[in-house]
T-cell receptor
Framework: NAGVTQTPKFRILKIGQSMTLQCAQD?????MYWYRQDPGMGLKLIYYSVGAGITDKGEVPNGYNVSRSTTEDFPLRLELAAPSQTSVYFCASSYSGISTDTQYFGPGTRLTVL | TQLLEQSPQFLSIQEGENLTVYCNSSSVFSSLQWYRQEPGEGPVLLVTVVTGGEVKKLKRLTFQFGDARKDSSLHITAAQPGDTGLYLC???????????FGAGTTVTVRA
């Protein structure tokens, strides 16, 4: 199993541009998550999904959108990129939503908005 | 304001020394997890603790969940360079399975 994969690894955007961060998992997990990680701030939950067709906002959803058309894929869309969205983005998945379940993380996408 | 406060923020020690990392909150958690993250990679789960006062050992790593389930600690005995990384605690409150992460402790073990 590849686990959780993310593309691209790095990206530089200009202010106002849009892009989609791709995330896929091959573990047949129902739950998927998008986090952003900023220095000294830990990981903040952006959006999550409990299954195909179902998504919900996390702690910091403004400026982002998601969709979940299949169990495997959970893309994160940035519209009108802003410097405040410069961060490292991690996608994660888990089999269930119970608090003791393991979340498996992808390798991350480092995004810079100039 | 972080729901989970980790201390210290940075820790640099010599190989063979012991270290302790703390994770504190004013909130009660139904469970708490510790992750380790290496540069350029995503976090990897080390352990989950669920019972107040619980102690779990993973080789040279000892994890403890506070009696009141508001805090946790990670102790590494005889640290090795391979223990170098960012250690993150993450908690789930009883009515919310979504994780809240601490800011992390960067541990550097010098050979």
């Amino acid at each position: 199993n590849a686990g959780v994969t993310q593309t691209p690894k790095f990206r530089i955007l200009k202010i106002g541009q849009s892009m989609t961060l791709q995330c896929a998992q091959d573990m047949n997990h129902n739950y998927m998550y998008w986090y952003r990680q900023d220095p000294g701030m830990g990981l903040k939950l952006i959006y999550y999904s409990v299954g195909a067709g179902i998504t919900d906002k996390g702690e910091v959803p403004n400026g982002y959108n998601v969709s979940r058309s299949t169990t495997e894929d959970f893309p994160l869309r940035l519209e009108l990129a802003a410097p405040s969205q410069t961060s490292v983005y991690f996608c994660a998945s888990s089999y269930s939503g119970i608090s003791t379940d393991t979340q498996y993380f992808g390798p991350g996408t480092r995004l810079t908005v100039l | 304001t972080q729901l989970l406060e980790q201390s210290p923020q940075f820790l640099s020690i010599q190989e063979g020394e012991n270290l302790t990392v703390y994770c504190n909150s004013s909130s009660v958690f139904s469970s708490l997890q510790w992750y380790r993250q290496e540069p350029g990679e995503g976090p990897v789960l080390l352990v989950t603790v669920v019972t107040g006062g619980e102690v779990k050992k993973l080789k040279r790593l000892t994890f403890q969940f506070g009696d009141a389930r508001k805090d946790s600690s990670l102790h590494i005995t005889a640290a090795q360079p391979g223990d170098t990384g960012l250690y993150l605690c993450a908690g789930a409150r009883s009515n919310d399975y979504k994780l809240s992460f601490g800011a992390g402790t960067t541990v550097t073990v010098r050979a």
